[in-house]
């Protein structure tokens, strides 16, 4: 099988690079393959002539997304529907990746698959239109709180901060699922293996606040967790331009409902990442 990988620079990219070893896999960067331009996209992935897409592109930056809106909408929007022109084209099997920050939060339950979206920030709402560009055909994996071994992320932050001395102050009114970038990206490997179709929930299990999410880091760091101060929201200084939804905690009911195994616990996962960080 060969797959193409969009975004292969990124978190997520290239973590899926890895886990597609065996097979051959085309890693194209942002310098690689630009999403938001249709011809590029259409000439490269003609010539590659993929069996299967896993779409990692994207614009991430979510503060950047508010002031920077059509850049988001022609990245994370556009990007998708040229990604699924060029996919249809060739006949290649196509997974996208979307967001929890389509939802806008204020649900006190976990959202699931079929909850209605309703983004606040500028990054969801091209991460939402983005999803209505892939054919029935393609796949849609929804994910949160992505840490990895490459890229700025929390699990870093927390322990560039924990090696000085300055305080540790993180939200305490945002919950999610943390979600390690390898388990992610074995779940896509399956999902390719098996053409799944439509859109899925895959995160991690187990639902923190960032505050206690960055305890857990510190606790698998084998380091004092109550170092940590919880803050609200309103209490970051500066303010985030983007608004957050203050419960994007993500039910992984098509996974559950379907009988296919849930990624583990984030607990499960974080000391093996601690220690490939570290
Ligand atoms: N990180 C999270 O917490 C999170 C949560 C939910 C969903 N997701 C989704 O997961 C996917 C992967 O995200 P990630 O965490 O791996 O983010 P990432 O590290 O920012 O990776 C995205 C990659 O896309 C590249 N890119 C940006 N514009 C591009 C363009 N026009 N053409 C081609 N490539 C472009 C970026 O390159 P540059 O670095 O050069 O800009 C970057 O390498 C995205 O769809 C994201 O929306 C992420």
Redesign the pocket.
């Known amino acids: 099988m060969r797959v193409l990988v ?10 899926v690079v890895e886990a597609f070893a065996g097979h051959e896999v085309v890693a ?10 249709r011809a590029t996209v259409l000439d490269v992935v003609g010539a590659t002539a993929p069996d299967a897409i896993v ?7 979510v503060d950047a997304c508010e002031t920077e809106r059509d ?1 988001a909408f ?3 929007a556009l ?1 998708v529907r040229f990604v699924t022109e060029a996919a249809r084209r060739t006949g290649a099997y196509l997974v ?6 389509v939802f806008d939060g204020t649900q006190t339950e976990p959202y699931h698959e079929w909850d209605t979206p309703n983004p606040t920030s500028v ?1 969801g709402q091209s ?1 939402l239109a ?1 999803e209505f560009e892939v054919d029935l055909d393609c796949c849609v994996v ?7 071994r ?4 929390m699990v870093k932050t927390v322990l560039r901060l924990a090696a000085g001395d300055g305080a540790l102050r993180f939200v305490d009114d945002q919950r999610g699922c943390p ?1 390690v ?1 390898a388990d ?1 990206a074995g779940m896509l490997r399956t999902f390719v293996d098996d053409r799944l179709t439509g859109t899925w929930h895959v995160t991690n299990q187990g639902a923190v606040s960032w505050f206690e999410f960055a305890g857990e880091v510190l606790r698998a760091a084998g380091a004092d967790p109550a170092r940590v101060e919880p803050i609200s929201t309103a209490e970051l200084d500066p303010p985030r331009p983007a608004p957050r939804p203050a419960n994007s905690v993500l039910d992984n009911r098509a996974l559950r409902l379907s009988g296919r195994p849930l990624l583990p616990d984030f607990r499960e996962s974080l000391p093996a990442l601690v220690r490939a960080v570290q």
């Open positions: 969009t975004g292969a620079g990124g978190m997520v990219g290239r973590e194209l960067d942002r310098a690689g393959l630009d999403v938001g331009d779409h990692c592109a994207a614009m991430t930056a850049r022609l990245v994370n990007g996208t990746l979307s967001t929890d920050y990054y991460k983005g929804r994910t949160s709180w992505v840490v990895g490459f890229g700025a992320n979600t970038a992610l």
